[in-house]
Nanobody
Framework: QVQLVESGGGLVQAGDSLRLSCAASGRSFSTYSMGWFRQAPGKEREFVAG????????YYADSVKGRFTISRDNAQKTVYLQMNSLKLEDTAVYYC?????????????????WGQGTQVTVSS
């Protein structure tokens, strides 16, 4: 089992950058696939980015490709989401999630472990 704690959210202006962190505790972090999801008010939770245990395998939602970068440090048990060129529509609560299975990287229900979330607000 793994516990996840997100940090790094905040209020920024459109065009700014933020880096989110997700610190994990528990065993075998390096074997988990990790994902970032977000949920805006009144909307369903959606996939943002994912990374498998090998940090060469990364996946992105079309809406963030070229702007966001997911990475992980297995020694520090941390996964990051670097967000550049932020837009108003990126405003949401961002969640970190973990799973063992290699498939279904973008599927919310495939992830059994979730953090509490961190708020990102982008203003004009």
């Amino acid at each position: 089992q793994v516990q996840l704690v997100e940090s790094g959210g905040g209020l920024v202006q459109a065009g700014d950058s933020l880096r989110l962190s997700c610190a994990a505790s528990g065993r075998s972090f390096s074997t988990y696939s990790m994902g970032w999801f977000r949920q805006a008010p009144g909307k369903e939770r959606e996939f943002v980015a994912g990374i498998r245990w090998s940090d060469t395998d990364t996946y992105y939602a079309d809406s963030v490709k070229g702007r966001f970068t997911i990475s992980r440090d297995n020694a520090q048990k941390t996964v990051y989401l670097q967000m550049n060129s932020l837009k108003l529509e990126d405003t949401a609560v961002y969640y970190c999630a973990a799973k063992v299975r290699l498939s279904d990287m973008g599927v919310v229900t495939a992830y059994p472990y979730w953090g509490q979330g961190t708020q990102v607000t982008v203003s004009s």
